[in-house]
T-cell receptor
Framework: GAVVSQHPSRVICKSGTSVKIECRSL??????MFWYRQFPKKSLMLMAT?????????EQGVEKDKFLINHASLTLSTLTVTSAHPEDSSFYIC?????????????????FGPGTRLTVL | AQKVTQAQTEISVVEKEDVTLDCVYE???????LFWYKQPPSGELVFLIR??????QNEISGRYSWNFQKSTSSFNFTITASQVVDSAVYFC??????????FGAGTRLTVKP
């Protein structure tokens, strides 16, 4: 249980285009979803936190107009990288926190998706 | 704000050696959770363990063991009799009650045959 999927797994796009990444909790409803970015050989850095039906909370230094997050339902969050540039090339990972008691013994935990590798040419 | 330090950037060992990955954390909360994840070259994070702040009991799972010491704010991870398949980047992470998770910088472990 507690499976999170991301689509696409890899995307290559031209500079200036927008890219949408989907994050889905497949077998549970998520109270909160998180988006992380990981540059090569670096750690995961939290970009934003989102709850269904409300605006995302962005970490300091993350441009909310560039990284649009939509959390349309309890099982789906999307991250849109607008007007992508080569410096946005990175590994984007989402995670989701289930409602309590769905995942026995692992309440308040984040379950991670497999990641999306974005390359902007 | 919470902070996680993994001082070892890279470790290289020969197969069958034991290896310990260090993790030191900082938090003002009395309730928090500590995690270890493995990230192989594919990039997907593999959950290894979660420990809450009230449970200082050490844990062993096969060749893996974890030593949680609140007195030194450390949560170290030991792999016994390492294997080539253990080669990966290992992340220690800390989550406070607001679910805000912070990762350490990661330790790249290379196990040579």
């Amino acid at each position: 249980g507690a499976v999170v999927s991301q689509h696409p797994s890899r995307v290559i796009c031209k500079s200036g285009t927008s890219v949408k990444i989907e994050c889905r909790s497949l077998d549970f409803q998520a109270t909160t979803m998180f988006w992380y970015r990981q540059f090569p050989k670096k750690s995961l850095m939290l970009m934003a936190t989102s709850n269904e039906g409300s605006k995302a909370t962005y970490e300091q230094g993350v441009e909310k107009d560039k990284f649009l997050i939509n959390h349309a339902s309890l099982t789906l969050s999307t991250l849109t990288v607008t007007s992508a540039h080569p410096e946005d090339s990175s590994f984007y990972i989402c995670s989701a926190t289930p409602y309590p008691s769905v995942t026995s013994g692992r309440d308040n935990e984040q379950f991670f998706g497999p990641g999306t590798r974005l390359t902007v040419l | 704000a919470q902070k996680v330090t993994q001082a070892q950037t890279e470790i290289s060992v020969v197969e069958k050696e034991d290896v310990t990955l260090d993790c030191v954390y900082e938090t003002r909360d009395t309730t928090y959770y500590l995690f270890w994840y493995k990230q192989p070259p594919s990039g997907e994070l593999v959950f290894l363990i979660r420990r809450n702040s009230f449970d200082e009991q050490n844990e062993i799972s096969g060749r893996y063991s974890w030593n949680f010491q609140k007195s030194t704010s450390s949560f170290n991870f030991t792999i016994t009799a390492s294997q080539v398949v253990d080669s990966a980047v290992y992340f220690c992470a800390l989550s406070e009650t607001n679910n805000d998770m912070r990762f350490g910088a990661g330790t790249r472990l290379t196990v040579k045959p």
